[in-house]
């Protein structure tokens, strides 16, 4: 990670646990299968040195688990597991200003074969945690993320893994919400699918440290509408070889849509990659590398007012 990058990472959260703090009332609640078993959980709702496990069982007895923080709520927990069983779902919902989740230790949403597991952060309301995985392992495992409205944050401060397996696990960013990253991977294996939707006005995603569209299986990313992300180094490609041959691909599209990145952009490095400028969407990078494998490295800026912004090198050439 640079130092420029490194700064505005360390001012950015900052600034996200200074807006978090402020006034709790009780504001959570659970229901269903969650471990700790509590029937009022106070607030704030501290565990300690224990995992939050919501969505542990899918019967009869123990419907869907969730846990909702509002009304100036305050969750600490040491990791957390969302949809933890074969079959099972679970959510956590964050909503409104003063109200949030601090995790010390890795999220992880949909962590078994047929589970499936989201977090909700909206209006105001505020979570960090370590690393975040979103659909962990076996068949058809989800996870999903919504970060919506203004002054909504996410911020993860190690690792995000956007898609570990074979179901399509997805990431929206909208209206004004913010999430902090610290590297991010989307999909992460080569039968993996990874999909993120950052749109709206004032939307913004920063990220610090690594950035792969696509780290091996197929991932999508989409900015439009206003949004806003700034990497450093970003990659978009999927490398040869899967069962699926999966395709990695970015587009930026609509008024004020911008992706900034600093240093070197990779576009099919490895493998398969492809990214579009649509149209009034803006890229601006220091140094471009479009080197594809068989030709599969694809960079199109044909629409009306869209706009890349090149300020060093740029280098195409084939492989193989």
Known sequence: MNQQARTVFSVLLVAASMGAAGPASAGVSVSGSVTPAVADPGDPWDLGSNALVVGSALNAEEPMGEVIVSHQGTLISAGASVAAAAYSSGRV??????SRWINHGPLAL????????????????????????????????????????YDASLTSQTNAYIGRSEELSVLEIKQGG????????????QICQGDVNVTGSATRWVNAGEFVVGANGGARLRVEQGAQIFTANAQIETRPGGPYNFASSAIVRGWDATWTNEGLLR???????????GAYGTLVTEETEIRSTYGHGFVWVNEPYASWRNSGDALCANVG
């Open 267 to 277: 576009v099919g490095a490895a493998g398969y990659g492809e990214l579009t400028v």
């Open 110 to 149: 949909g962590l078994r074969t047929g589970a499936s597991g989201s977090l909700l952060v909206k209006r105001g309301a505020q979570v960090t945690t370590d690393d975040l995985v979103l659909g962990v392992r076996g068949y058809s495992a989800f996870g999903y993320v919504l970060v919506e409205g």
């Open 93 to 98: 919902q964050v909503i409104g200003y003063g």
């Open 178 to 189: 913010s999430f902090f990253s610290n590297n991010v991977f989307i999909a992460t294996c």
